[in-house]
């Protein structure tokens, strides 16, 4: 998305992402990571912004020690997570104007799942003993319902939640010493019921348990659920009944799922012989199409724009990026940018936007030729997401609108 951790459902974060204006009194919401669409793949309906930006239209300035990511737009607002740094301290959920920046409120918790919105609802996940799923008015926080899960007697992580057709999913899950815990629930947001709970039967033997979590969203594609089961397996789940539908090995280590043109693309890489991936496999029956490898690199996240993917890989000289025909596996391009992260890959009509250590760069999605670089604050830069001519991002401590 999903992923970044990521939205991959669409998340996938999906994941996962088209902002559509008020059409019959429905409202929909944008994100370039997990949210309303988990089948988006991170390609956007929005315009290119050819040239660098030159004005700063708002600027939101946080107190310190904030890591800021996650953002979602809807009628207006903007929201994304604020992470507390080295976990000292409670994060947040930012709501502002998108118009002036100004803030309309601010949900504070025990580590915060990503957000979504939807018909004028803002959800997100809340950790605890007793995890909470929450949903309030968008316009100011009014909280209009909560879930409680108890289904475990350890501490749990509501995450990654997706928006598909009136129903919600997300999964609740908890380490503790021996076991990863995990649930998948289901909503009926139009009667408020939970109309699926289902456990992950993890393998202990398949999941490095000193991570706090699975690396990758799950997404919704093709009627089917897809999550990672370990390190190196998805399971399909059928998102009607509930049912298993099957489960395939990667045989490596899962950083992002991603669903296009009528099929299902995982990478990661495999630390025994230093190769990075990507598997394509058909969505209903999980048969592998094609598998490509990469020497030397960790490819950690992907986006899907028609028939092209655009992989970020970790390489020895710092970050690379490629596309890769989505029919046969075959890379028409590959570009090495030394200062960019491995964050989100944002595709427009005719550019894409990545961001890195230093800057929100803009490059060719034809050739991967850097056509502009923004410097704003001093930090980790999130993802950008662009709507009306206007892009929006994340910095260390600070949120901008420029254009």
């Known amino acids: 998305m999903k992923t970044s951790n990521k939205f991959k459902f669409v998340i996938l974060f999906i994941s996962l992402l088209a902002l559509c204006s008020c059409s019959g009194g429905e409202s929909k919401s944008y994100t370039n990571m ?22 700063i239209v708002w600027k939101f300035k946080l107190e310190d020690g904030y890591e800021l990511n996650y953002p979602v737009l809807a009628d207006n607002f903007i929201c994304f997570k604020a992470k507390k740094k080295g976990n000292k301290g409670k994060d947040a959920i930012y709501v502002l104007n998108c118009k002036d920046g100004k803030m309309q409120y601010r949900l504070k918790a025990n580590r915060i799942s990503s957000p979504v919105i939807y018909k004028g ?59 990863l815990n995990a649930y998948i629930y289901k909503f009926n947001l139009k009667t408020k019921d939970v109309s699926m709970i289902k456990p992950i039967e993890y393998n202990p033997r398949g999941i490095d ?68 991936f990507i598997t394509k496999f058909e969505p209903y029956i999980g048969g592998g199409k094609w598998e490509k490898d990469f020497q030397n690199c960790s490819i950690r996240g ?32 590959e570009k ?10 944002i595709v427009t009509n005719k550019m894409a ?25 001093i930090g980790n ?15 260390d401590n600070c949120f901008y609108c420029i254009k």
Not at 337 to 345: G, P, Q
Request: charged share 25%; with cysteine.
């Open 336 to 345: 090495d940018y030394k200062d960019l992260k491995l964050s989100d890959i």
């Open 34 to 55: 997990y949210g309303f669409n988990p089948e988006g793949g991170h390609a956007i309906k929005e315009k290119s912004i050819l040239n660098k930006p030159e004005n």
């Open 302 to 333: 992907m986006s899907i724009d028609n028939k092209i993917i655009y992989a970020s890989m970790q390489t020895p000289n710092g970050t690379s990026i490629c596309a890769v025909d989505s029919y046969d596996g075959k890379v028409i391009w």
């Open 209 to 276: 348990l000193k991570r706090t979590s699975l690396k990758s969203p799950p997404i919704i594609y093709k009627g089917n659920l897809f999550v990672q089961l370990s390190n190196e397996k998805i399971r399909a789940i059928d998102t009607n009944m509930g049912n298993d539908q099957y489960d395939f090995d990667a045989n490596g280590e899962i950083y992002d799922i991603a669903g296009g043109n009528d099929f299902i693309f995982v990478c990661g890489d495999r630390s025994e012989n230093g190769e990075g």
């Open 381 to 395: 830069y999130t993802a950008p997401l662009i709507y009306d001519d206007r892009i929006y991002f994340g910095v």
């Open 353 to 377: 936007y990545v961001s890195g250590d230093d800057g929100i760069y803009c490059f060719d999605k034809g050739t991967g030729e850097v056509k502009w670089k923004y410097e704003g604050g």
């Open 121 to 179: 609802l803002l959800y997100y996940g809340e950790a605890g003993s007793y995890p909470y799923f929450h949903a309030v008015d968008l316009k100011n926080g009014e909280e209009k319902w909560f879930f409680n899960s108890k289904n475990k007697s350890y501490e749990g992580d509501i995450k990654y939640p997706i928006i598909s057709e009136d129903r919600i999913y997300f999964i609740d899950d908890g380490i503790n010493e021996n076991n």
